[in-house]
């Protein structure tokens, strides 16, 4: 009786609207998505995810659905993914997510911001230095999407929390700086049985590999693990434009991931030159 409720009122407040390409699409404003999630006592998610299995589209995925459908975008709210690290790429990795409409994002992080932050982590301002970086995300998000819904985890992932912090999610993205750590988030993945999104940055270069379980992975890399400590980015730097060209592909990779809309970075990894403009893949499979 409540999902025809639901039905209902999703089909009652849906209106025509002429798309991009001047076809006609039944769509679901923002302001009606809120309204049936108060009157139906449930959740904005909720009401989006019936509404695109009516066919009709909430109206802030409106140009997204022209590149991966309605099951895609479906697909999105039902999803659980983890951002290790919420600095310079696990910001931006947040931002892109929560607008993308990834339905659950799991951030964790232990770290605040300082002034060196400013040049390049999305959510870091004048005004919130020393707040937690979780937090700063958490609340972006909610600015965001009303629909996506974040576990904001204050700490370090470990060997002895990974398991529970992970727990349920369906992709874990890297946008960590220390080489151990990101082995570390590699070996959780692997008992998850989830992919891990790379990504890392130094200077004017960047790099991202999708990692499953089973595939060679940070080894064709960074070689043993514990042979470094951080890699070259802390001597060249991280500006604030590769980061976010780095984050972007990251994200891009887990839309690919859970969609099934195009091919992963996988056993391949994509190195970006932004001072020549060059983008080389060199493969690194098994």
Do not use: W
């Not at 509404?51 to 109206?59: M, T």
């Not at 039902?78 to 931002?95: D, F, Y």
């Not at 993205?173 to 220390?178: E, G, N, Q």
């Not at 080489?179 to 998850?192: H, K, N, S, Y």
């Amino acid at each position: 009786m409540f999902v025809a409720e639901l039905r209902q009122e999703v089909c009652l407040q849906a209106q025509e609207r002429e798309g991009p390409g001047g076809e006609g699409l039944t769509v679901l404003a923002l302001d009606a998505v809120r309204d049936i999630a108060r009157r139906c006592a449930v959740q904005p998610r909720e009401v989006e995810i019936c509404a695109l299995q009516e066919e009709v589209i909430p109206l802030r995925y409106q140009r997204s659905i022209g590149s991966i459908g309605t099951d895609g975008q479906l697909t999105l709210l039902q999803s659980t993914v983890a951002v290790v690290g919420a600095g310079g790429l696990g910001g931006v990795v947040c931002e892109i997510l929560a607008r993308t409409g990834v339905g659950e994002l799991v951030i964790i992080d232990g770290d605040e911001y300082d002034e060196s932050n400013l040049n390049r982590q999305i959510h870091s301002t004048e005004q919130n230095l020393k707040q937690k970086k979780v937090d700063s995300s958490k609340e972006r998000a909610a600015q965001i999407n009303s629909s996506v819904s974040v576990r904001a985890r204050d700490t370090m992932l470990s060997e002895c929390n990974a398991e529970c912090l992970l727990d349920g999610v369906d992709v874990v993205v890297d946008c960590l700086d220390s080489i151990p750590d990101r082995f570390l988030v590699e070996r959780a993945c692997a008992r998850q049985r989830v992919p891990m999104v790379h990504g890392a940055v130094a200077g004017m270069m960047g790099q991202i590999l999708t990692i499953y379980p089973g595939d060679v992975g940070l080894r064709a890399l960074y070689g043993e693990e514990g042979n470094r400590r951080h890699g070259v980015e802390i001597s060249f730097g991280n500006l604030g434009t590769v980061v976010t060209t780095v984050a972007a592909l990251q994200s891009q990779e887990v839309v690919k991931i859970i969609t099934g809309v195009g091919a992963a970075v996988r056993n391949r990894v994509l190195f970006l030159d932004l001072v020549s403009g060059d983008v080389h893949g060199v493969d690194v499979g098994n």
